[in-house]
């Protein structure tokens, strides 16, 4: 394993952040403060990601993209968890994975027009009854004709209110098989003018301008055409991308982490008390040390696990230990931060705050931390159940 980056590599990241704090950066206090991007905004930094490069870059080679290698995928992505996330999603960089399951007309309707930042998806699996335990959703999509009538609600779906079509996840039928009867996931695009189909928004204290919304269906109606992938292989075709998106979501508590430490190295050698910078206490030193390693250790766990993914060698237990340990790893260093900063860190005319509230994030979705730790024991101790 050669964790060193390639010059090509160097200049992707150098320009990325480069492009972060000259583009993104100072957009943060305000769409903090509206809870949404604004579209001169949104359009701003598209036009200017499409001209230095970024567009596209983590789409295959087969779809126009830069047909990037993990390891470089994932330098990108930690580069890219240091802005809000509202703002760089401006960027238009890639798609919901789960799209490449487009065949036939669905590649014109829906694919293409995401990759070229015309259409934007939200995904739904997610419903007030069901969260950690997703087989336990009810949505509940019925034969009728050539189609289907889908009934249920959705809860905490980012960015609905600004999508133009839902991914979503629902309950297609149910098998008999030795085991007792098993439900049949299905995945559908819907279109957000379908009638029937309601979007309204939930207040939600992190990623502001990234905003988790309700979905209710009543009676949506769709034909066949709009099966993503295969009917009854809804969680075989998203969990085809899951090691990929909790790869990145640690990358991007790296690049969070980052960013958090630099500001708080910076102040706690700067900030004075009786006499000193409060750096030189150990009660802070030691603060910013246990914050160093805690970042190290998570990059070398986001890199191994970027090797592995081009290698062919991820599994489960691998992506659910890094996801674990940078998600918690960014909230941990984000709270010492606060600290840190004392008073200061917790006005919001510092970005601290705003840093603490939106790590809280990363140790519940994409997997509870306690999910990831169940999968982990689970895959640990399998040789030994009785
Ligand atoms: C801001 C935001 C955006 C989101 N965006 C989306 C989205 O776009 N699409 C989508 O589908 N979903 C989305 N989600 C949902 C997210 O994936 C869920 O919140 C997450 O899966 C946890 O589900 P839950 O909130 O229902 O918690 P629950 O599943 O009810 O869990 C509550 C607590 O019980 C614990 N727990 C549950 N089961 C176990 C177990 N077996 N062992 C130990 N502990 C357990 C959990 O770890 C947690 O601490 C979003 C959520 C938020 C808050």
Redesign the pocket.
């Known amino acids: 394993m050669d964790f060193g980056l390639s010059f090509e590599q160097q200049a992707l990241v150098d320009s990325l952040e480069e492009f972060c704090k000259r583009e993104l950066y100072p957009h943060e206090s305000l769409v903090e403060e509206l809870r949404y991007v604004p579209a001169e905004i949104k359009q701003e930094i598209r036009r200017k990601s499409r001209d230095a490069g970024f567009e596209g870059m983590n789409l295959p080679e087969e779809w126009g993209g830069a047909g990037l290698d993990k390891q470089t995928k994932m330098e990108a992505e930690r580069v890219l968890g240091k802005p809000s996330s509202p703002l760089s999603q401006c960027m238009n960089r890639g798609v919901t994975g789960i799209l490449f399951k487009c065949k036939g007309e669905q590649i014109e309707e829906y694919l293409l027009p995401a990759i070229r930042g015309e259409r934007k998806d939200?995904?739904?699996?997610?419903e007030p009854g069901a969260?950690?335990?997703a087989r336990g959703i009810v949505t509940k999509a019925e034969r009728n004709g050539n189609g289907w009538v889908i009934n249920g609600v959705?809860q905490?779906?980012?960015a609905a209110d600004i999508a133009d079509f839902i991914i979503l996840i629902a309950v297609s039928g149910v098998d008999d098989t030795p085991k007792g009867p098993r439900k049949r996931f299905t995945a559908f695009l819907l279109d957000k003018s379908l009638p029937g189909l309601r979007v309204e928004p939930m207040k939600?204290i992190?990623?502001r301008g990234y905003n988790?919304t309700m979905v209710y269906l009543d009676n949506v109606r769709v034909p066949d055409s709009k099966i993503l992938g295969e009917e009854g292989q809804g969680f075989n075709t998203a969990n085809e991308w899951l090691y990929d998106g909790r790869v990145a979501l640690s990358a991007h508590c790296v690049g969070r982490a980052e960013r958090i430490f630099d500001m708080t190295k910076e102040w706690a050698g700067s900030r004075k008390a009786f006499g000193k910078t409060i750096g030189e206490f150990q009660g802070v030193g030691f603060k910013v040390a246990n914050m160093a390693v805690d970042i190290k250790l998570g990059d070398l766990m986001v890199k191994e696990a970027a090797w592995k993914m081009d290698n062919g060698l991820m599994d489960r237990t691998a992506a659910s230990m890094v996801n674990y340990y940078c998600s918690e790893m960014v909230f941990r260093v984000a709270d010492n931060a606060v600290q840190i900063f004392g008073g200061m860190g917790l006005m919001e005319d510092f970005p601290i705050q705003r840093f603490w509230r939106d790590a809280r994030?990363e140790r519940?979705?994409?997997?509870?931390?306690?999910?990831h730790q169940?999968l982990i024991a689970k895959d640990i101790l399998r040789p030994y159940r009785q």
Do not use: M, Q, Y
């Open positions: 939200a995904f739904a699996l997610t969260g950690s335990d959705k905490f779906i980012s939600s992190v990623t988790p994030i519940i979705w994409e997997g509870t931390s306690e999910i169940d």
